[in-house]
């Protein structure tokens, strides 16, 4: 995968304030997942973008679920490594997934898609490695002013901010690669807490995305908080499902 930006979510700026999941509400929307997909313990399943594997040490201890881990961050993979070393954690692209067809249960991406160079790849690998009636839950970022694409895609970041999609554009790519569309809902607010935390971490947004630049020399913080103000950026979850009559 080709970056060209800073990595926000291999520094401490936002563990800080989030801990290990690196993304808003922790494990609520994780927990909720679970239990609308019903994982039988046992289910295989694979977290893509798994970070330091916070997410895959919940399904294996919580929900005795058959969990694999799978991120492109050396650094992270081997943070969590040191921190869970009996997790399935492993190198890789969500692109260029490493397991043959309809082997898993159910997918996980929790702010993974949104990082990807191509998404459409990335779920078009997720659809083959799923069973017939195989789920998949995404939680992720979303632009609801897509006026405002132009200017997230411009930001030096290289992090969910910078590839948000509009909901229509966003179901529209899972419906083009064969899934069905289960449930969306809107969790916007797990966002809004987030900033909220780190406003009371750092001090406020703008010195927050000042540690930032500090650290990449290449975020610009005037103009990061504009384009995310905006995008007016949202946080959903989305349920899909591969039909179990594929093979």
Known sequence: MKNDGFKLYESDLLSQTTGET??????????????????SPGARVLDVGCGSGATVERLVSLYQLQAIGLDPSEVLLERGKKKHPCLQLIQGLGEDLPFPVNDMDGVFAECALSVMVDLDKALAEIFRVLKPGGWLVVNDVYARNPDALQLLQELKLDSCIRRALPKEQLMNKFVEQGFKIVNWSDHTNLLTQLTVN???????????????????GSVDPSLAQAAIKQAKMGYFQLIVQKDASCS
């Open 22 to 39: 690196l993304r808003p509400g922790g494990f609520i929307l994780t927990d909720l997942g679970v239990k609308n997909c019903n994982f």
């Open 198 to 216: 780190l406003i009371m971490t750092h001090g406020s947004m703008t010195k927050f995305w000042l540690k930032s630049s500090s650290c990449s």
